[in-house]
């Protein structure tokens, strides 16, 4: 089944349940008023959303309304952890190749993760907000999955039973404050600010085949300013599967439900520079720091720019018939002083 | 005023107002259900709920009832967001100079921090689980503070009046699994479990003059095992006042109502290994890391061991006339394996 959050002035929004195709929904605020509440009693809530999910693709559903993705908050408007993953090492070895540097052995099995803030996320349709453009602003297009309770030490097939949820998020990073951030050794902290997910979340059964292993087995459409620049497969070069992200995040601790653990950037290995943007007929990029890693390797300095205020990013993925399945990413770079200027 | 959170099988338990003498407690579901409610809408809720803590101080609630700390969770059982500072800058040069290397000029100026986990913390009596002594399971005694909405970029004058509740913290440490986690660069990630926070949670109002210029100015008491092992003055050597640590934190992002910001391990300045223990006439240490950093200085190696399973702690805090503040932390380590047989 397919779930989305209305914005509602509230904090967390309205739980709606969305028809398929994304043109009905419907409010249930006697199965839960919010998706947390949901993901709080799901063995309870999820058979009776599954019903009002039926009878809203039968247009059958006495409540429907028209499904509005511009008025959408994030499926979780906030969260009580979101960790993100790097789960795609192609990325990892183009930052390390960008500087000389050799990926640790131990990297291709011990994942890399970091704690992020999920006390505020955007809206899939709220500007990026920042301060400064000198900040280095990026975008980071991934898959996301919200997970039930885990217990410590969870092996990989009991966290794959956890997953509730799948969504598409824009992970954006402030690139020129992450050196400064790393260097200190706490993780990234100041360089990381609000992510945005896609308005809609999926239950991993409505991916069908396309959801295998644990893994999103489809193209993630990344747009810049309108143009086409990342396609690549997120279930390729993915080094550890959603279930093992989970795992590794419970080793020490439980994971309460709404938990949300991130893919890390999707990049899928292409050869070089030159074949591997989408205007070249390669699958192009997540991030524009991956762009800017080419060029570093192949021209000794990056000249792609981070994003400008004005710039837009939109993100989607499209099953096998076209058809959007999550809804679409779709932001533009403001600066932080026009908020609640509109 | 004084505000708790009793257990009540859900997972946001029951808010109450807390008599300052600790005795006595009111459930106000007619003002917030839970802690998180009422800092969601706390225009609102704070002058009601200071209604009923005079109320039961003057020893005139209807509702009232006896307070039981063994009772409780933690404040907020499970937050939006927990970032840790590291503002006792004496327990940074500690850790540089047990391995002989230079505490960099920006930490006195740029606040070291750590996004943590929010999803599941444990309540102030219950366990420390872990799954193995040999992760090097350590005590961190803190003080924290919870904020209201933060605007991006708030300087710390516009951060210190967002301070809405004072509090004090276990953040256990798995620090054998810290250098690994650290080497990666993405943070403590999996060196950091569920952490504990004292069963009460107070206004700084509440603490008069103790609180000043956004630091808590009272010796934090620790014990381990029963005996005294720390009295730091938490007010002493702070690098970085609450207001500054929240500043930090909000630099490029909003902090949602219910953000807690801990101070890091409270920490003295003292001369060396010999005199800096309470049983030598210190005051001692808030985690086991800091005097085997003593040992190591002065003997080449650490002889204190960590947390071993059956070992407790007891972290409370007194005003000047001998009362606790915020009840008392109470935790006994003990295996993951033993939860839910009890």
């Known amino acids: 089944m397919k779930l989305a959050t209305l914005k509602n002035g509230k904090r967390d929004g309205q739980l709606v349940v969305v ?43 006495a409540g429907a309304q028209p499904f509005d993705e511009a008025a959408c908050h994030s499926p979780l408007p906030r969260a009580y952890q979101w960790a993100d993953g790097s789960a795609y090492i192609n990325h990892v070895e183009l930052v390390r190749k960008a500087r000389n540097a050799e990926v640790p052995a ?31 602003i990026d975008l980071e297009a991934e898959v996301a999955v919200v997970t039930g309770d885990v217990p410590m030490g969870a092996a990989p097939e009991v966290a794959a039973r ?9 992970d954006v990073s402030l690139r020129n404050l992450i050196p400064n951030e790393l260097a200190k050794g706490f993780g990234f902290f100041q360089s990381k600010p609000a ?29 810049l300013n309108g143009k086409p620049f990342g396609r690549p497969n997120a279930g390729e070069d993915m080094t550890f599967s959603f279930a093992q992200l989970v795992a590794h995040a419970a080793r020490t601790r439980e994971l309460g439900a709404g938990t949300i653990i991130g893919s890390g950037t999707v990049s899928n290995k292409q050869g070089s520079l030159h074949g591997s943007s989408v205007e070249n007929g390669g699958v192009g990029y997540c991030c524009l720091a991956e762009v ?8 000794g300095a ?41």
Not at 37 to 60: I, S
Not at 111 to 136: C, H, K, N, T
Not at 162 to 170: E, F, Q, T
Request: aromatic share 10%; net charge negative.
């Open 19 to 61: 028809s398929r195709d994304l043109r009905l929904c419907q409010a249930v605020p006697a199965i839960a008023a919010t998706l947390q509440a949901a993901l709080d009693d799901w063995d309870h809530a999820a058979p009776q959303l599954e019903r009002v999910y039926a009878a809203l693709n039968a247009g059958e559903a």
């Open 106 to 136: 131990s990297f291709y099995t011990d994942p890399l993760m970091y704690q992020g803030g999920s006390d505020s996320f955007v809206g899939p349709r709220d500007p990026i907000y920042a301060l400064s453009e000198e900040w280095g």
């Open 195 to 223: 992510s945005a997910f896609s308005p809609v979340a999926v239950t991993p059964d409505e991916l069908g085949a396309d959801w295998q292993d644990d893994k999103l087995r489809l193209p993630l459409n990344v747009d």
């Open 162 to 170: 956890a997953i509730r949820l799948v969504m598409l998020v824009n």
């Open 292 to 299: 800017r890693m080419y060029e570093t390797i192949e021209g």
């Open 302 to 342: 990056p000249k792609t720019p981070f994003l400008k205020f004005g710039d837009s990013v939109r993100i989607a993925m499209r099953d096998a018939a076209g058809n959007s399945i999550f809804g679409t990413i779709d932001q533009v770079v403001r600066h932080y002083g026009e908020k609640g200027q509109a």
